[in-house]
Nanobody, 122 residues
Framework: QVQVVESGGGLVQPGGSLRLSCVAS????????MGWYRQAPGKERELVAS???????KYADSVKGRFTISRINDMNTIYLQMNSLNPEDTAVYYC????????????????WGQGTQVTVSS
């Protein structure tokens, strides 16, 4: 199991906001792109946002304009600020390294932390 601690999930009403936090091991964090993934019931795990060591960000189209990823390198920490949440955002959210392939494809890591549950419901 990877050495990460994810937190900040919970139950929120549609239109609400949450901020997720992840503290990772220095081995994971150093020189790696880091990202937030999510897995909804019955769906595949997907990468929703990533940030490189210089702060450059990438987002899935489904969250662009609503989610903001950030990292603090000295603290091995990344955040995901989620605004304007909707029921389709309901999922377990995980942080992990991001390994890129060709044409912006990514490889899912083999090991994962426990994740944090986000539920958007009225």
């Amino acid at each position: 199991q990877v050495q990460v601690v994810e937190s900040g999930g919970g139950l929120v009403q549609p239109g609400g906001s949450l901020r997720l936090s992840c503290v990772a091991s220095e081995t994971m964090f150093s020189m790696n792109d880091m990202g937030w993934y999510r897995q909804a019931p019955g769906k595949e795990r997907e990468l929703v946002a990533s940030v490189d060591s210089g702060g450059g960000q990438k987002y899935a189209d489904s969250v662009k304009g609503r989610f903001t990823i950030s990292r603090i390198n000295d603290m091995n920490t990344i955040y995901l600020q989620m605004n304007s949440l909707n029921p389709e955002d309901t999922a377990v959210y995980y942080c992990n390294v991001v390994t890129w392939g060709l044409r912006m494809k990514y490889f899912l890591p083999d090991s994962w932390g426990q994740g944090t549950q986000v539920t958007v419901s009225s």
